[in-house]
C-alpha cells in the first residue's frame, strides 16, 4: 500500500509577515518554504515505508511556487510528487482545497494512508486533512503522535493521538487520512542524493479537468487584521548555574507577584 | 552573464545550514572554552555526506559541483570556523588532490572512504622551521625498492589526532634545486613510526585540532607516492588551490556571521534614547560589513565558477582567499566594537568570531604570501603554465554516473 503525504508552501516562520490597510498579506522577500507542519508528515512516511509501506508519493494543490515544497519532500526521499493547479482553485478554500486533494488521492493506485501536518503555520485552520477523510469516507486520525502498529497487508493501524486532555490509543482499518504532531519525530534533512534527485524530477500536473473537479470556494476572506501588538519588556536573566538563574526567575516571579 | 546559483546548490546550502544550525551553534561555545572538538562532528558530516560534497558519484561522493563546496564552506564557517577548517584539509587539500593527482588505485584506495566519511584526511607541508617557505622543508623520503622511508616533523597541521589519512610532502633529492627535489606521500596514522598530537592554548579554532605528526622511519609503500619524485611541490601548490578556495568561502561566511550579529544587536541595543543601528558611525560599519561580504562571495563564486570549466585559477583563488580573510578579520573586529564590553566576552559569539578569523590571515599562504603574488601577478613576473595533471573540470554527467 501506498502513502500519500499533503503538503503545500508557506513564507519561512522567519519572516516578517505584514497586513496593509487593504487587508493584504505579504512577507517581503522571505522565501515560500514546505509548510513546517508537514516536514513531520514526510518523516513519518518515510518511516512506514521502511514498515512496509510500498511507496510515497507527495502531493500539493498550489501553483508553480509550490514546487519547492515538493522538491523538498522528494528531497527528503519521497517517491514522486504530483502539482495539483488550475486557475478555478485560485481563490479555494479548505473544502476546495481538500475536494481536489481527495480526488487527486483517488487518482493514485492503493494508497492506504494520507498524511498531512497538523495544520499550516500560513491559514491555520487545520481543517484540510478532516475534510479529505470526508470527501474520501475514510477515517480520519487528527493529532497522532505515534504510529504504535501498523499491518499492511491486513489493513490495520494503531496511533496514539495527542489531546488536550490527555493521549489517547485508536486503532482504525486502512485506508485512513491522518494529522500529525510534532511529537511525532524528528524530520530528517534533504539528503544530497535526494536533492540531485528531486532538481531533476519530472512533477507532472493535474488540472481540475483531469480529477473531474467542480466547485467553487464557499468561503471568503472578508477582512484581515493584524493582532495588536502589545508591547513587552524582556529581561533576561543570566547566572552561572541553571540552579541559580532558577532561584532568581522565582523570587523574580514572587517578587512580581505573578506567583 | 549568469549570476544565478541553481536549485541543486540553494538546497544543498540550506541543507548544511539547518545542520550547522541545529547540530552544532547550541553547544559550540562550550566545545570552543574547552578546547575540544565534539566527538560527534566528524561522524555527523561524514554520514550527510559532507566530507563528499563535490567528489563524483563513483568515487563516493554526492556529484555536486565546485560552487557547491564553496557555499557549504560558508554555511559551515558562518556557525564556527572549525567546521569549514575539516572541509579544508578532508577536502580541498586531500581528497580533491588525490582527485586530481592520484592513480586509479589510490583514488580507489583513499578517495572512496573519504568521500564516503569513512576515514578523514589531512595534509602536512609545514614544519617547526618552515612554512611560508614551503619549498625548503626538511622532511625526508628515500627509497628502498618498493618502499619510502620517511623522516620529519610536521607542525600545526589541521586534524593531526583525528585524520586517519595524511598527504604529507617530504625531500626525495637533497641536490635538486629546493621545491623540485619535493615528492608527495599518502601516509596513514597508524603506520609504524607515526605518531601525532594536538597542540593547545591557540588563539582561535579552539574546537577543532591543529597539532603535529612525527614521522620516524615510516615505510610507505611506492605506490602510496602521489605524482612523480619531483613534483612534490607542484601537487602541494595545486591542493593550496583549492585548500584556499574552501579557506576564502568559509571567511565569506565569517563576515556573514559578523554581520548578521551586528545587524541584530545595534537594533536592539539603544544609547541616547535611540538603538546603536540609528547611530550613523555604526551604520557606516555595517555598511562596510555588507560591501565586503558581497565582494568576498563574489571572488569565491568566481574562483568556483573557474574551477568548475576547468580553467586554472590559481590568480583568483589567492585573491578570493586574500581578500575574504583580511575582511574577516576587519569584519570581527568592527562586531565586536559594535557589542561594546559585551563583544569582548564569550557570553557573545563575536568575541569567538574574531578569535577564529586570525587564523585563515596565516594558514594556507599568509596574507603577506598572497599580497606578493599578486603583486608578481601585476608585474607580470609570474605565470601559471600548464600542469602535467589538471584539476578536472565539473561535468554533470561523469560526477553523477553511479
Ligand atoms: C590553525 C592553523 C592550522 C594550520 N593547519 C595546517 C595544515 O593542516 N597543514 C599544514 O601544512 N600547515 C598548516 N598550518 C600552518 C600554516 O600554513 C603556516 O603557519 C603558514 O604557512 C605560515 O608559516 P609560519 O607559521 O611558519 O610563518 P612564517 O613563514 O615563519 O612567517 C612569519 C611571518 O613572516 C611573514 N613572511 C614570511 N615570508 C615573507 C616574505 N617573503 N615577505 C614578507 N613577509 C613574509 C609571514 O607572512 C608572517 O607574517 C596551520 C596553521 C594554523 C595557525
Same mark, same amino acid.
Given at each position: 500500500?501506498?502513502? !500519500?503525504?499533503?503538503? *503545500?508552501?508557506?513564507?519561512?516562520?522567519?519572516? *516578517?509577515?505584514?497586513?496593509?490597510?487593504?487587508?493584504?498579506?505579504?512577507?517581503?522577500d522571505?522565501?515560500?518554504?514546505?509548510?513546517?507542519?508537514?516536514?513531520?508528515?514526510?518523516?513519518?512516511?518515510?518511516?512506514?515505508?521502511?514498515?512496509?509501506?510500498?511507496?510515497?508519493?507527495?502531493?500539493a494543490?498550489?501553483?508553480?511556487?509550490?514546487?519547492?515544497?515538493l522538491?523538498?519532500?522528494?528531497?527528503?526521499?519521497?517517491d514522486?510528487?504530483?502539482?495539483?493547479?488550475?486557475?478555478?482553485?485560485?481563490?479555494?478554500?479548505?473544502?476546495?482545497?481538500?475536494?481536489?486533494?481527495?480526488?487527486a488521492?483517488?487518482?493514485?493506485?492503493?494508497?492506504?494512508?494520507?498524511?498531512?501536518?497538523?495544520?499550516?503555520?500560513?491559514?491555520?485552520?487545520?481543517?484540510?486533512?478532516?475534510?479529505?477523510?470526508?470527501?474520501?469516507?475514510w477515517?480520519?486520525?487528527?493529532?497522532?503522535?505515534?504510529?504504535?502498529?501498523?499491518?499492511?497487508?491486513?489493513?490495520?493501524?494503531?496511533?496514539?493521538?495527542?489531546?488536550?486532555?490527555?493521549?489517547?490509543? !485508536?486503532?482504525?482499518?486502512?485506508?485512513?487520512?491522518?494529522?500529525?504532531?510534532?511529537?511525532?519525530?524528528?524530520?530528517?534533512?534533504?539528503?544530497?542524493?535526494?536533492?540531485?534527485?528531486?532538481? *531533476?524530477a519530472?512533477?507532472?500536473?493535474?488540472?481540475?479537468?483531469?480529477?473531474?473537479?467542480?466547485?467553487?470556494?464557499?468561503?471568503?476572506?472578508?477582512?484581515?487584521s493584524?493582532? !495588536?501588538?502589545?508591547?513587552?519588556q524582556?529581561?533576561?536573566?543570566?547566572?552561572?548555574?541553571?540552579?541559580?538563574?532558577?532561584?532568581?526567575?522565582?523570587?523574580?516571579?514572587?517578587?512580581?507577584?505573578?506567583? | 552573464?549568469?549570476? #544565478?546559483l541553481?536549485?541543486?546548490?540553494?538546497? =544543498?546550502?540550506?541543507m548544511?545550514?539547518?545542520?550547522?544550525?541545529?547540530?552544532?551553534?547550541?553547544?559550540?561555545?562550550?566545545?570552543?572554552?574547552?578546547?575540544?572538538?565534539?566527538?560527534d562532528?566528524?561522524?555527523?558530516?561524514?554520514?550527510?555526506?559532507?566530507?563528499?560534497?563535490?567528489?563524483?558519484?563513483?568515487?563516493?561522493?554526492?556529484?555536486?559541483?565546485?560552487?557547491?563546496?564553496?557555499? /557549504?564552506?560558508?554555511?559551515?564557517e558562518?556557525? @564556527?570556523?572549525?567546521?569549514?577548517?575539516?572541509?579544508?584539509?578532508?577536502?580541498?587539500?586531500?581528497?580533491?588532490?588525490?582527485l586530481?593527482?592520484?592513480t586509479?588505485?589510490?583514488?580507489?584506495?583513499?578517495?572512496?572512504?573519504?568521500?564516503?566519511?569513512?576515514?578523514?584526511?589531512?595534509f602536512?607541508?609545514?614544519?617547526?622551521?618552515?612554512g611560508?617557505?614551503? +619549498?625548503?622543508?626538511?622532511?625526508?623520503?628515500?627509497?628502498?625498492?618498493?618502499?619510502?622511508?620517511?623522516?620529519?616533523?610536521?607542525?600545526?597541521?589541521?586534524?593531526?589526532?583525528k585524520?586517519?589519512?595524511?598527504?604529507?610532502?617530504?625531500?626525495? @633529492?637533497?641536490?635538486?634545486?629546493?621545491?623540485?627535489?619535493?615528492?608527495?606521500?599518502?601516509?596513514?596514522?597508524?603506520?609504524k613510526?607515526?605518531?601525532?598530537?594536538?597542540?593547545?592554548?591557540?588563539?582561535?579554532?579552539?574546537?577543532?585540532?591543529?597539532?603535529?605528526?612525527a614521522?620516524?622511519?615510516?615505510?610507505?609503500? #611506492?605506490?602510496?607516492?602521489?605524482?612523480?619524485?619531483?613534483?612534490?611541490?607542484?601537487?602541494?601548490?595545486?591542493a593550496l588551490?583549492?585548500?584556499?578556495?574552501?579557506?576564502? #568561502?568559509?571567511?565569506?561566511?565569517?563576515?556573514?556571521?559578523?554581520?548578521?550579529?551586528?545587524?541584530?544587536? =545595534?537594533?536592539?541595543?539603544?544609547?541616547?534614547?535611540?538603538?546603536?543601528?540609528?547611530?550613523?558611525?555604526?551604520?557606516?560599519?555595517?555598511?562596510?560589513?555588507?560591501?565586503?561580504? @558581497?565582494?568576498?562571495?563574489?571572488?569565491?563564486?568566481?574562483?568556483?565558477?573557474?574551477?568548475?570549466q576547468?580553467?586554472?585559477?590559481?590568480?583568483?583563488?589567492?585573491?578570493?582567499?586574500?581578500?575574504?580573510?583580511?575582511?574577516?578579520?576587519? =569584519?570581527?573586529?568592527?562586531?565586536?566594537?559594535?557589542?561594546? =564590553?559585551?563583544?569582548?566576552?564569550?557570553?557573545?559569539? /563575536?568575541?569567538?568570531?574574531?578569535?577564529?578569523?586570525?587564523?585563515?590571515?596565516?594558514?594556507?599562504?599568509?596574507?603577506?604570501?598572497?599580497?606578493?603574488?599578486?603583486?608578481?601577478?601585476?608585474?607580470?613576473?609570474?605565470?601559471?603554465?600548464?600542469?602535467?595533471?589538471?584539476?578536472?573540470?565539473? @561535468?554533470?554527467? +561523469?560526477?553523477?554516473?553511479?
Open positions: 500500500m501506498r502513502i !500519500v503525504v499533503c503538503t *503545500k508552501e508557506t513564507p519561512d516562520t522567519a519572516a *516578517k509577515v505584514e497586513v496593509s490597510a487593504d487587508g493584504s498579506v505579504s512577507w517581503g522571505a522565501p515560500l518554504v514546505i509548510n513546517p507542519w508537514d516536514e513531520y508528515a514526510v518523516e513519518e512516511a518515510l518511516q512506514l515505508k521502511d514498515r512496509g509501506a510500498s511507496g510515497i508519493t507527495v502531493l494543490a498550489g501553483t508553480e511556487v509550490t514546487r519547492d515544497a522538491r523538498h519532500a522528494l528531497a527528503m526521499g519521497c514522486d510528487a504530483v502539482l495539483v493547479d488550475d486557475p478555478t482553485l485560485e481563490q479555494a478554500d479548505t473544502l476546495l482545497v481538500s475536494k481536489a486533494l481527495a480526488a488521492v483517488r487518482k493514485v493506485d492503493d494508497v492506504g494512508i494520507v498524511l498531512c501536518g497538523r495544520t499550516t503555520t500560513d491559514g491555520g485552520s487545520g481543517l484540510t486533512p478532516v475534510q479529505i477523510g470526508r470527501w474520501l469516507g477515517s480520519t486520525l487528527t493529532y497522532v503522535s505515534r504510529v504504535l502498529a501498523v499491518d499492511f497487508a491486513a489493513g490495520k493501524i494503531t496511533v496514539e493521538r495527542l489531546l488536550e486532555e490527555g493521549r489517547q490509543v !485508536v486503532e482504525s482499518p486502512l485506508p485512513v487520512v491522518i494529522s500529525v504532531v510534532k511529537e511525532i519525530n524528528e524530520p530528517r534533512y534533504p539528503s544530497f542524493m535526494g536533492i540531485r534527485k528531486a532538481g *531533476k519530472e512533477i507532472p500536473v493535474w488540472s481540475a479537468a483531469d480529477l473531474g473537479l467542480e466547485g467553487v470556494a464557499q468561503v471568503q476572506w472578508g477582512a484581515v493584524a493582532p !495588536v501588538t502589545r508591547d513587552v524582556c529581561e533576561m536573566i543570566t547566572a552561572v548555574s541553571v540552579e541559580e538563574a532558577a532561584d532568581r526567575l522565582a523570587e523574580k516571579l514572587i517578587a512580581d507577584k505573578v506567583v | 552573464m549568469d549570476f #544565478a541553481n536549485e541543486e546548490q540553494q538546497q =544543498a546550502a540550506e548544511v545550514r539547518r545542520f550547522a544550525q541545529t547540530e552544532i551553534e547550541p553547544t559550540i561555545g562550550e566545545w570552543d572554552r574547552r578546547q575540544e572538538m565534539s566527538p562532528v566528524l561522524p555527523r558530516m561524514g554520514e550527510l555526506g559532507i566530507l563528499g560534497i563535490c567528489l563524483p558519484v563513483r568515487y563516493g561522493g554526492q556529484g555536486f559541483d565546485y560552487v557547491t563546496l564553496g557555499l /557549504v564552506c560558508e554555511e559551515l558562518r556557525v @564556527d570556523t572549525t567546521l569549514r577548517v575539516i572541509m579544508s584539509v578532508h577536502m580541498g587539500l586531500c581528497s580533491l588532490t588525490i586530481q593527482w592520484g586509479e588505485e589510490q583514488k580507489k584506495r583513499f578517495l572512496i572512504p573519504q568521500a564516503q566519511g569513512k576515514e578523514y584526511a589531512g602536512g607541508l609545514t614544519e617547526p622551521g618552515h611560508s617557505d614551503a +619549498a625548503n622543508i626538511r622532511a625526508t623520503a628515500r627509497r628502498e625498492g618498493d618502499t619510502y622511508i620517511l623522516n620529519g616533523e610536521k607542525m600545526w597541521i589541521s586534524l593531526a589526532t585524520a586517519h589519512n595524511f598527504l604529507v610532502v617530504a625531500r626525495t @633529492d637533497p641536490n635538486a634545486k629546493p621545491s623540485a627535489g619535493l615528492t608527495a606521500f599518502m601516509i596513514t596514522s597508524d603506520m613510526g607515526v605518531t601525532t598530537g594536538d597542540i593547545h592554548g591557540k588563539l582561535g579554532v579552539r574546537a577543532g585540532s591543529t597539532g603535529w605528526i614521522m620516524q622511519d615510516v615505510e610507505v609503500p #611506492a605506490a602510496y607516492r602521489i605524482g612523480e619524485e619531483g613534483e612534490g611541490f607542484k601537487v602541494a601548490m595545486s588551490d583549492n585548500g584556499r578556495y574552501t579557506v576564502g #568561502a568559509g571567511a565569506t561566511g565569517l563576515i556573514r556571521a559578523c554581520l548578521e550579529e551586528s545587524v541584530a544587536y =545595534a537594533k536592539q541595543r539603544e544609547t541616547f534614547g535611540v538603538p546603536i543601528a540609528q547611530h550613523q558611525l555604526i551604520q557606516q560599519k555595517l555598511g562596510y560589513m555588507s560591501l565586503w561580504y @558581497d565582494t568576498a562571495r563574489l571572488l569565491c563564486l568566481r574562483a568556483g565558477w573557474m574551477k568548475n576547468g580553467l586554472r585559477n590559481t590568480r583568483e583563488t589567492s585573491q578570493a582567499k586574500w581578500y575574504a580573510t583580511d575582511h574577516s578579520v576587519m =569584519a570581527a573586529l568592527e562586531a565586536v566594537q559594535i557589542h561594546g =564590553a559585551y563583544g569582548f566576552s564569550d557570553e557573545y559569539k /563575536v568575541e569567538r568570531y574574531l578569535r577564529n578569523s586570525k587564523g585563515a590571515v596565516i594558514y594556507e599562504g599568509t596574507s603577506e604570501i598572497h599580497q606578493l603574488m599578486q603583486a608578481a601577478y601585476a608585474l607580470g613576473e609570474r605565470t601559471d603554465g600548464k600542469l602535467r595533471c589538471e584539476l578536472p573540470a565539473y @561535468d554533470t554527467e +561523469a560526477w553523477q554516473t553511479e
